[in-house]
């Protein structure tokens, strides 16, 4: 777990430390005095939840504090749907790729927690973004969700490489607490 000193805080806050102090001491900002000294500790979650609340940009925090969701799509519905149930205030970072190319480039540069890739772009295309990032080393970790067409064709593909599958169309609800809990499970969102 970390943890975050006085003065740490009052760097990311850009404040003085005895400004950190006294929300400390009133409570505002929760944490703990280390045993037989006056120095205190603030828990990251705690700090995090305390810049949200009061509305405090998170700075370096905030590739640990938010799931970053990348969408490959060009369905704009299907897109902002999935928006609206992953907004910025409940902790999602959202970022759209068009194509295979644009995915690759926005993965480089976002480093998304996950990937969901709808297969109506195409789907050897989908396939073969899904290969490209489980090939990459960075990505290894990265949640991959793909969004299969109900046309009634059957997709017959190697589904070790994608976490998680839905069928469209799909409740986007259903999907968001989804990516709640399976991002959730790698970071301690708050």
């Not at 902002?80 to 540069?109: D, H, M």
Request: proline share 5%.
């Amino acid at each position: 777990m970390k943890v975050f000193t006085t003065g740490q805080v009052a760097k990311i806050c850009k404040v003085a430390p005895r400004t950190v102090s006294k929300w400390f001491d009133s409570g505002r900002l929760k944490g703990y005095r280390i045993p037989g000294s006056q120095d205190r500790r603030i828990p990251r979650e705690y700090l995090i939840k305390f810049l949200k609340e009061h509305g405090m940009p998170l700075g370096d925090l905030e590739d640990e504090a938010m799931a970053k969701v990348l969408i490959v799509a060009q369905d704009q519905v299907l897109v902002e749907n999935l928006r609206r149930e992953l907004p910025l205030e409940k902790a999602f970072k959202v970022c759209v790729a068009a194509s295979g190319f644009e995915a690759g480039i926005q993965a480089e540069g976002f480093h998304p927690d996950c990937i969901i890739v709808d297969f109506s772009i195409g789907r050897i295309e989908a396939l073969q973004i899904c290969q490209n990032l489980r090939r990459n080393p960075d990505f290894s970790e990265t949640i991959l969700i793909a969004l299969l067409p109900d046309d009634g064709s059957s997709m017959s593909f190697d589904r070790s490489t994608i976490n998680e599958t839905f069928k469209k169309p799909f409740d986007a609800a259903l999907l968001a607490e989804r990516l709640r809990t399976l991002i959730g499970a790698k970071k301690e969102l708050v």
